[in-house]
């Protein structure tokens, strides 16, 4: 049986699905679609929708901060294309390769100390590999220096945050939305 590592083979799957977390995050589309799905004998429904408009409006991303931690394949595309949307995006990778390096844009803030990255970023998305280093890098400690509100995205893999941690910080705010894909 052949096994073959194929890098980058889904970022850009993976890059759209982290942009719509983060629009679903930033829009609350989800509790929209839900109001509207209450709303199906309502006489009165497009004077209603005008008033629970604003209610749903959310926030634009542009001038929020994104933290890519991993500036692989998949968070270079996703790094790259925040700054299409207006974002001020910073890039956390302390094992980046110079091949990558080259992808992504001089626009991204490098940063050399992941805590400046919590402390400045309305949201966080994570690429990086699970082994000993990452197994649970996000847990209490890496939350309770992260800005209060934080929208917090994992498409990468399982076991990268602690679920406690996550569940706790969902529960007092200090998270305000969790992307996650995997387990």
């Known amino acids: 049986i052949a096994v073959f590592n194929t890098p980058g083979a889904n970022s850009n799957a ?8 983060m629009l679903l995050a930033s829009r609350d589309i ?3 679609i839900e109001w509207i799905q209450t709303q199906k004998e309502n006489e009165n429904i497009a004077k209603d929708v005008e008033k629970q408009k604003k209610k749903y409006a959310g926030h634009e991303l542009t001038g929020k901060s994104l ?5 692989g394949a998949i968070g270079i ?6 700054l299409r949307f207006g974002m001020k995006v910073y890039g956390y990778d302390p094992y980046m390769s110079v091949d990558a390096a080259w992808n992504l844009s001089r ?4 940063v050399t100390n ?6 400045q970023c309305d949201f966080i998305t994570i690429h990086t590999p699970k082994n000993k280093e990452t197994t649970n890098m996000i847990s209490h400690d890496e939350i309770a220096k992260m800005k ?6 994992n498409c990468a ?6 679920e406690e941690a996550l569940v706790a910080g969902l529960k007092s705010g200090k998270i305000s939305f969790a992307g996650i894909d995997v387990f």
């Open 114 to 119: 992941i805590d400046d990255l919590y402390r």
């Open 148 to 153: 209060d509100g934080v929208r917090l995205i």
């Open 30 to 32: 989800y509790h929209g």
């Open 77 to 82: 595309q996703v790094a790259n294309l925040a």
């Open 107 to 110: 626009y991204v803030n490098h």
């Open 67 to 71: 933290g890519v931690i991993g500036c």
């Open 14 to 21: 993976v890059k759209e699905l982290v942009f719509a977390g």
């Open 157 to 162: 893999r399982g076991g990268l945050y602690n």
